[in-house]
């Protein structure tokens, strides 16, 4: 039997609408396709009577980097303390650094920090280089000229600084704030407390878009908004599955194929389960995985009558049935959402997306209901 694939070679799945892809620092970099059209509008409007299109095009990219620069600080930084990071995606309200795994409550701080301090950086050095030349009034930036673009390029950087210390899950200072609140509270009720303050900000910060007319201003909240909402019940799965063992949400009663059979066959048995993951067996050892997909990309390809070694994923994940499931659940969604429990070389258990999501809102429920119990007594 081919021994398990180590996790950091599990095939991490890009972030989706993402085009393009540079190494920086070992790191790839991604340009979600929103961010692309975000750059051509910039440029578009940026293109006055006092400023030329190259110096409109060099203010465009010198924020683009800044932002690149400020996520590339978050994963130097997260290497420092042994998280790689899988990748860099530049989004329309700013970049987001994918780690490996989330980082501890002090590491976090230090990885959250780092982003805004490289901002802090740039727009020191340009502000201190623009002042021997003689700094230009703030009420005169809002006219763009080829003279002020070091300045205006500082004071971005500044609202870079400013924008992601606010305390408000996704941004950074909601990261420190989560990372600051857990030294004296639950993770847990840490967590809540700052995906409740990006929620907040963002309903704050889409009022006043609506109020006033500006409509990026609710286009940024809306992301906020969804962003915190999203980082926080990821937060909140993760601790619900710390030290809890894979055994405790795998699949026990499932069906599987033999190597013999073919796609018709897996086809049947899809029909007739509401299984959409099968084991595929050789004797009593498992030998791969076909996933509903991989069925019907076989059958496409293949024919009906092909065998189901032809269509399925050989490099199957494989876990231990007492491996922890907040470990587990990164690695799943890297894989496609399906593994095998494998206690030595026997199956034990499927372990999928969908059953292990059933499982954290089960044990949530159950937690709320000891409290409950425990207040009430």
Same mark, same amino acid.
């Given at each position: 039997?081919?021994?398990?694939?180590?996790?950091?070679?599990?095939?991490?799945?890009?972030?989706?609408?993402?085009?393009?892809?540079?190494?920086?620092?070992?790191?790839?970099?991604?340009?979600?396709?929103?961010?692309?059209l975000l750059l051509?509008?910039?440029?578009?409007?940026?293109?006055?009577?006092?400023?030329?299109?190259?110096?409109?095009?060099?203010?465009?990219? /010198?924020?683009?980097?800044?932002?690149?620069?400020?996520?590339?600080?978050? /994963?130097?930084?997260?290497?420092?303390?042994?998280? $790689?990071?899988?990748?860099?995606?530049?989004?329309?309200?700013?970049?987001?650094?994918?780690?490996?795994?989330?980082?501890?409550?002090?590491?976090?701080?230090?990885?959250?920090?780092?982003?805004?301090?490289? =901002?802090? /950086?740039?727009?020191?050095?340009?502000?201190?280089?623009?002042?021997?030349?003689?700094?230009?009034?703030?009420?005169?930036?809002?006219?763009?000229?080829?003279? =002020?673009?070091?300045?205006?390029?500082?004071?971005?950087?500044?609202?870079?600084?400013?924008?992601?210390?606010?305390?408000?899950?996704?941004?950074?200072?909601?990261?420190?704030?989560?990372?600051?609140?857990?030294?004296?509270?639950?993770?847990?009720?840490?967590?809540?407390?700052?995906?409740?303050?990006?929620?907040?900000?963002? /309903?704050?910060?889409?009022?006043?878009?609506?109020?006033?007319?500006?409509?990026?201003?609710?286009?940024?909240?809306?992301?906020?908004?969804?962003?915190?909402?999203?980082?926080?019940?990821?937060?909140?799965?993760?601790?619900?599955?710390?030290?809890?063992?894979?055994?405790?949400?795998?699949?026990?009663?499932?069906?599987?194929?033999?190597?013999?059979?073919?796609? $018709?066959?897996?086809?049947?048995?899809?029909?007739?389960?509401?299984?959409?993951?099968?084991?595929?067996?050789?004797?009593?050892?498992?030998?791969?995985?076909?996933?509903?997909?991989?069925?019907?990309?076989?059958?496409?390809?293949?024919?009906?009558?092909?065998?189901?070694?032809?269509?399925?994923?050989?490099?199957?994940?494989?876990?231990?049935?007492?491996?922890?499931?907040?470990?587990?659940?990164?690695?799943l969604a890297a894989?496609?959402?399906?593994?095998?429990?494998?206690?030595?070389?026997?199956?034990?258990?499927?372990?999928?997306?969908?059953?292990?999501?059933?499982?954290?809102?089960?044990?949530?429920?159950?937690?709320?209901q000891a409290r409950?119990?425990?207040?009430?007594?």
């Amino acid at each position: 039997m081919p021994e398990p694939p180590e996790p950091q070679k599990i095939r991490q799945p890009m972030v989706a609408g993402t085009v393009g892809v540079v190494t920086v620092f070992g790191v790839p970099v991604r340009l979600h396709f929103t961010f692309l059209l975000l750059l051509v509008f910039l440029l578009f409007i940026g293109v006055g009577d006092r400023q030329s299109g190259a110096m409109t095009a060099l203010y465009v990219l /010198a924020l683009f980097a800044s932002v690149l620069l400020h996520e590339l600080g978050h /994963a130097l930084v997260a290497r420092r303390f042994g998280v $790689r990071t899988l990748e860099i995606v530049m989004f329309p309200i700013g970049g987001v650094a994918r780690l490996e795994r989330p980082p501890r409550p002090r590491q976090e701080f230090w990885i959250a920090l780092a982003g805004p301090l490289v =901002n802090a /950086a740039i727009a020191a050095a340009l502000f201190g280089w623009t002042a021997r030349q003689g700094l230009v009034p703030l009420e005169l930036l809002r006219e763009p000229t080829d003279a =002020n673009l070091a300045q205006r390029i500082a004071v971005g950087n500044l609202l870079l600084f400013a924008f992601n210390l606010l305390p408000a899950y996704p941004m950074d200072g909601g990261r420190i704030l989560r990372s600051l609140l857990s030294l004296w509270k639950p993770e847990e009720e840490a967590t809540r407390i700052a995906a409740g303050a990006g929620q907040a900000l963002a /309903a704050l910060m889409g009022l006043a878009g609506l109020l006033f007319g500006n409509f990026l201003l609710v286009f940024v909240a809306l992301f906020v908004y969804l962003g915190a909402a999203q980082e926080g019940a990821a937060a909140r799965g993760r601790i619900l599955t710390s030290g809890v063992p894979a055994r405790a949400a795998m699949i026990t009663d499932y069906q599987t194929l033999s190597h013999g059979d073919t796609l $018709r066959d897996a086809g049947a048995l899809l029909l007739s389960t509401s299984q959409h993951n099968f084991p595929v067996v050789h004797g009593a050892a498992p030998i791969g995985l076909l996933s509903r997909d991989a069925l019907v990309r076989g059958l496409l390809t293949y024919g009906p009558d092909s065998y189901v070694a032809s269509a399925m994923d050989r490099n199957f994940l494989r876990v231990s049935p007492d491996e922890d499931l907040s470990e587990v659940a990164p690695r799943l969604a890297a894989a496609g959402g399906c593994a095998l429990v494998m206690q030595g070389e026997l199956l034990a258990g499927l372990l999928t997306s969908e059953n292990l999501s059933e499982f954290i809102l089960l044990r949530q429920v159950s937690l709320q209901q000891a409290r409950a119990q425990m207040r009430g007594a």
